[in-house]
């Protein structure tokens, strides 16, 4: 029996009403305490709408929401208590040296005073600031900026971090620097929520992801990211033969392989899901006398899954 | 301190914006003296009043509505709404902090006012001016904080970015349309205008029996009226942090200025047509000022349908009380007689009040409507059109006509049942497509 973990975050058929449109259609999904959830899906998918909706800025039509257990609408101060929310637009206080914005940012998040110059310079050694106390917001390059926003969004310890779009713009270097940071936040237990179109970072560190499309679950809620890459297609394997048969891929469905596709010496199988279909279909072939020389599993990324639920629109992907 | 208003003086009043101000102060003063010649302190009491005025009144109510606005522009306001201070420590931080330089600059000004002021009419008068100048800038500071909230609402209800721009215009409009709307003549003739002309009166107000002094009167009534305007901007900042305010404020504000108003008027009937013209204008003002979100309405109906009033309340339409209070005005004008040459009559009011049900609807039709952003204007001109019509057709159908108020007061009932029918119909379509 698997340990009970609690949700952080928990939604009910929430329904949100723009005054000319529905932009959520009764989403349903529970997010586990320190998980990192990858919120995926086109642009108006109603990403940003149902971020807003767990922070509490903006209230469902219908459904309700909980963030550590706190009814978001019942309860939206304790919700943005508990919570560090960087929207995919974000504005910084340009005047102000990096150490009054986070100083500001950790008092007016409750942070008490006489803790509130030690919170501000944990949080800019955390987002690799510290360095720069004194420089101007304004002057910051736009990856220095998009970590001081970080920075304030988590000085008061919040125990859940949505982040919307927030590699957009970024260089590779501040990408990279972005997705250290997530990962160093995610392994302080921060249950965090990234939405993103730039999947393949995504891939680095988050542990579950949810679709959304027309304002809608897609692909069946909330999956593993592991799950993920074994899609109900099964595992993909690429196998290489020595003195294949002409007639292999033939051969290889008469022995009841999902055959992808077969190109001179090399075959691609769907393997069934499970611990040891990798093994068992290695020791079939080697028994069936085909002189396996290659066998390596292929890696389905978080954007083929996507890919594929974007172009079919009805694949489940596991779970 | 508070930190929203450490983080303004941090912007707002660093030392080198101090210093330029100094400069400033110096030279307008140091010229004042060398000009002035004998008369140094009348001269600089001038001085003074020219610098508070642009400073307190002009500068800070800009400054203050651009508090928000700013912030909104800036994209740093959903960062501010995530804040833990509470609603009141982020209101007057924002108020008094953003406008810290400016009051800085305008207390220099009022110094020398309260100096010159002092000396030609002594402490009673000196006090008199502090108060009354202290008011007016915080009346306009407040308001013009309140109107830009509301903006910002009013936007994010119809998908659009806030804009700011005309919030100080506006504000000042506000007050200085109410201060000659007052004196019109029909107003007069009500005895209704001895409210905000009557701060610019000299001779002493008679206000609900009691004689007080012009001065002290418009003193007070400043005073007055500025907090009720800090208690708005509190009120809208708390919507702002996603708080649920429950209906007083409004109806607070409403009844407090139907009563100051029904004060200075004489007789029964004259203080209810007084109330009830007051009470008239603030649904007016309520129907154009609140965010047309008809996804609240909608929910707002269904609890009312469903007998759920504790919850309904929180939704409670803002243009709702003041219709209910000027339904109650009309019927205390009937119940107190007619009283010729100082109120209308019970029919005519009961014909006005047909006819305010009929506008709004009509403002409710257009605000609506699939142009949000367009809905103010439209709603403008189709009112002015239908009473335009009205007035060249002089017909009792269709404006309240005094000689044929029963007339009136039918049609009037007929056209605000046509106005909201078409009205609901669209505050009821469901949204389908996704955004």
Same mark, same amino acid.
């Given at each position: 029996?698997?340990? +009970?973990?609690?949700?952080?975050?928990?939604?009910?058929?929430?329904?949100? &009403?723009?005054? %000319?449109?529905?932009?959520?259609?009764?989403?349903?999904f529970?997010?586990?305490?320190?998980?990192?959830?990858?919120?995926?899906?086109?642009?108006?998918?109603?990403?940003?709408?149902?971020?807003?909706c767990?922070?509490?800025?903006?209230?469902?039509t219908?459904?309700?929401?909980?963030?550590a257990?706190?009814?978001?609408?019942?309860?939206?101060?304790?919700?943005?208590a @508990?919570i560090g +929310?960087?929207?995919? =637009?974000?504005?910084?206080?340009?005047?102000?040296?990096?150490?009054?914005c986070?100083?500001? @940012?950790a008092? !007016?998040?409750?942070v008490?005073?006489?803790?509130?110059?030690? %919170?501000?310079?944990?949080?800019?050694?955390?987002?690799?600031?510290? &360095?720069?106390?004194?420089?101007?917001?304004?002057?910051?390059?736009?990856?220095?900026?998009?970590?001081?926003?970080?920075?304030?969004?988590?000085?008061h %310890?919040?125990?859940?971090?949505?982040?919307?779009?927030?590699?957009?713009?970024?260089?590779?270097e %501040?990408?990279r620097s972005?997705?250290?940071?997530?990962?160093?936040?995610?392994?302080?237990?921060?249950?965090?929520?990234? !939405?993103?179109?730039?999947?393949?970072?995504?891939?680095?560190?988050?542990?579950d992801?949810?679709?959304?499309?027309?304002g809608?679950v897609?692909?069946?809620?909330?999956?593993?990211?592991?799950?993920?890459?074994?899609?109900v297609?099964?595992?993909?394997?690429?196998v290489? =033969?020595?003195q294949?048969?002409?007639?292999?891929a033939d051969?290889?469905?008469s022995?009841?392989?999902?055959v992808?596709?077969?190109?001179?010496?090399?075959?691609?199988?769907?393997?069934?899901?499970?611990?040891?279909?990798?093994a068992?279909?290695?020791?079939?072939?080697?028994?069936?006398?085909?002189?396996?020389?290659?066998?390596?599993?292929?890696?389905?990324?978080?954007? &083929?899954? +996507?890919?594929?639920e974007?172009?079919?629109?009805?694949?489940?992907?596991?779970? | 301190?508070?930190?929203?208003?450490?983080?303004?003086?941090?912007?707002? #009043?660093?030392?080198?914006?101090?210093?330029?101000a100094?400069?400033?102060?110096?030279?307008?003063?140091?010229?004042?003296?060398?000009?002035?010649? *004998?008369?140094?302190?009348?001269?600089?009491?001038?001085?003074?009043?020219?610098?508070?005025?642009?400073?307190?009144l002009?500068w800070?109510?800009r400054?203050?509505?651009?508090?928000?606005g700013?912030?909104?522009?800036?994209?740093?306001?959903d960062?501010?709404?995530?804040?833990?201070?509470?609603?009141?420590?982020m209101?007057?931080?924002?108020?008094?902090?953003?406008?810290?330089l400016?009051?800085?600059?305008?207390?220099?000004?009022?110094?020398?006012?309260?100096? /010159?002021?002092?000396?030609?009419?002594?402490?009673?008068? #000196?006090?008199?001016?502090?108060?009354?100048?202290?008011a007016?800038?915080?009346?306009?500071?407040?308001?013009?904080?309140a109107?830009?909230?509301?903006?910002?609402?009013?936007?994010?209800?119809?998908?659009?970015?806030?804009?700011?721009?005309?919030?100080?215009?506006g504000?000042?409009?506000?007050?200085?349309?109410?201060?000659?709307v007052g004196?019109?003549?029909?107003?007069?003739q009500?005895?209704?205008?001895?409210?905000?002309?009557?701060?610019?009166?000299?001779?002493?107000? *008679?206000?609900?029996?009691?004689?007080?002094?012009?001065?002290?009167? #418009?003193?007070?009534?400043?005073?007055?009226?500025?907090?009720?305007?800090?208690?708005?901007?509190?009120r809208?900042?708390?919507?702002?942090l996603?708080m649920r305010?429950?209906?007083?404020?409004?109806?607070?504000?409403?009844?407090f200025?139907?009563?100051?108003?029904?004060?200075?008027? /004489?007789g029964?009937?004259?203080?209810?047509?007084?109330?009830?013209?007051?009470?008239?204008?603030?649904?007016?003002?309520a129907?154009?000022?609140?965010?047309?979100?008809?996804v609240?309405?909608?929910?707002f109906?269904?609890?009312?349908?469903?007998?759920?009033?504790?919850?309904?309340?929180?939704d409670?339409?803002?243009?709702?009380?003041?219709?209910l209070?000027?339904?109650?005005?009309?019927?205390?004008?009937?119940?107190s007689?007619?009283?010729?040459? *100082?109120?209308?009559?019970?029919?005519?009011?009961?014909?006005?009040?047909?006819?305010?049900?009929r506008?709004?609807?009509?403002?409710?039709?257009?605000?609506?409507?699939?142009?949000?952003?367009r809905?103010?204007?439209?709603?403008?001109?189709?009112?002015?059109?239908?009473y335009?019509v009205?007035?060249? #057709?002089?017909?009792?159908?269709?404006?309240?006509?005094?000689?044929?108020?029963?007339?009136?007061?039918?049609?009037?009932?007929?056209?605000?049942?046509?106005?909201?029918?078409?009205?609901?119909?669209?505050?009821?379509?469901?949204? *389908? /497509?996704?955004?």
């Amino acid at each position: 029996m698997e340990p +009970y973990i609690s949700p952080m975050i928990a939604a009910q058929d929430v329904v949100f &009403d723009y005054p %000319a449109a529905r932009a959520l259609h009764g989403i349903s999904f529970v997010v586990p305490r320190g998980s990192v959830l990858a919120l995926v899906g086109p642009n108006g998918a109603g990403k940003s709408t149902l971020m807003r909706c767990i922070a509490a800025l903006d209230r469902p039509t219908a459904g309700s929401i909980t963030v550590a257990g706190v009814d978001t609408q019942e309860h939206p101060r304790a919700v943005h208590a @508990a919570i560090g +929310y960087l929207p995919d =637009f974000f504005g910084l206080y340009d005047e102000l040296s990096v150490l009054r914005c986070l100083v500001y @940012a950790a008092r !007016s998040r409750g942070v008490p005073p006489e803790h509130a110059q030690d %919170a501000a310079k944990r949080a800019a050694q955390r987002v690799g600031l510290d &360095d720069r106390l004194d420089q101007r917001a304004g002057e910051l390059s736009r990856g220095l900026r998009q970590r001081l926003a970080i920075g304030q969004t988590i000085v008061h %310890a919040p125990q859940v971090l949505l982040l919307d779009e927030p590699a957009a713009g970024l260089d590779p270097e %501040a990408r990279r620097s972005l997705s250290d940071l997530v990962k160093r936040l995610a392994a302080e237990e921060m249950t965090i929520l990234v !939405s993103s179109h730039i999947l393949a970072e995504l891939e680095d560190y988050c542990t579950d992801m949810l679709m959304v499309r027309d304002g809608r679950v897609a692909g069946g809620g909330i999956v593993s990211t592991a799950d993920s890459r074994r899609t109900v297609e099964g595992l993909r394997v690429q196998v290489r =033969f020595l003195q294949p048969p002409a007639d292999l891929a033939d051969r290889l469905q008469s022995l009841g392989f999902a055959v992808e596709s077969t190109a001179g010496e090399e075959a691609i199988l769907r393997l069934p899901g499970g611990p040891d279909a990798e093994a068992e279909t290695l020791s079939r072939l080697v028994a069936e006398g085909l002189k396996v020389k290659g066998f390596s599993p292929l890696k389905t990324t978080l954007e &083929d899954a +996507y890919l594929r639920e974007a172009r079919d629109g009805t694949t489940r992907w596991g779970g | 301190m508070n930190p929203e208003f450490q983080r303004n003086l941090w912007l707002e #009043a660093g030392p080198k914006r101090l210093a330029w101000a100094g400069v400033a102060l110096l030279v307008v003063y140091g010229a004042t003296v060398i000009l002035a010649e *004998h008369r140094v302190l009348n001269g600089l009491g001038v001085a003074g009043v020219l610098v508070f005025i642009s400073s307190a009144l002009i500068w800070g109510s800009r400054i203050a509505g651009r508090a928000v606005g700013d912030e909104v522009g800036e994209r740093t306001w959903d960062f501010q709404r995530l804040s833990a201070l509470e609603p009141w420590s982020m209101t007057w931080g924002k108020l008094f902090g953003a406008t810290s330089l400016s009051w800085l600059v305008a207390l220099s000004g009022l110094f020398f006012v309260l100096l /010159s002021v002092f000396k030609e009419g002594g402490p009673a008068m #000196a006090l008199q001016a502090l108060l009354g100048c202290a008011a007016a800038a915080v009346l306009l500071q407040a308001g013009s904080m309140a109107v830009a909230l509301l903006g910002v609402r009013r936007a994010r209800a119809e998908g659009r970015a806030a804009a700011v721009r005309f919030t100080f215009g506006g504000v000042l409009g506000i007050f200085l349309i109410l201060s000659v709307v007052g004196r019109l003549a029909p107003l007069r003739q009500f005895r209704m205008g001895a409210g905000l002309p009557s701060l610019f009166s000299s001779s002493d107000q *008679h206000w609900w029996g009691l004689s007080i002094s012009a001065t002290w009167f #418009a003193v007070m009534s400043l005073a007055a009226f500025a907090a009720w305007a800090l208690v708005g901007a509190w009120r809208l900042m708390r919507l702002e942090l996603q708080m649920r305010n429950a209906p007083w404020a409004w109806p607070g504000f409403v009844a407090f200025a139907a009563v100051w108003a029904a004060g200075s008027a /004489s007789g029964a009937a004259a203080r209810w047509a007084a109330a009830g013209a007051v009470f008239a204008a603030c649904a007016y003002v309520a129907t154009f000022a609140e965010p047309a979100d008809r996804v609240r309405l909608r929910k707002f109906v269904d609890l009312v349908r469903r007998g759920r009033w504790a919850e309904a309340a929180f939704d409670f339409p803002a243009a709702l009380a003041p219709v209910l209070f000027t339904g109650i005005a009309v019927l205390g004008l009937t119940a107190s007689g007619a009283d010729a040459g *100082h109120a209308p009559s019970p029919s005519v009011a009961a014909a006005a009040f047909a006819f305010l049900i009929r506008d709004l609807g009509i403002v409710a039709y257009f605000r609506f409507g699939p142009r949000p952003r367009r809905s103010d204007l439209g709603a403008v001109v189709a009112l002015f059109l239908a009473y335009f019509v009205g007035g060249v #057709a002089r017909s009792a159908l269709l404006f309240p006509d005094p000689n044929a108020a029963g007339i009136s007061a039918v049609s009037g009932t007929i056209m605000a049942l046509g106005a909201w029918t078409l009205a609901w119909k669209r505050i009821r379509a469901r949204e *389908h /497509s996704t955004v």
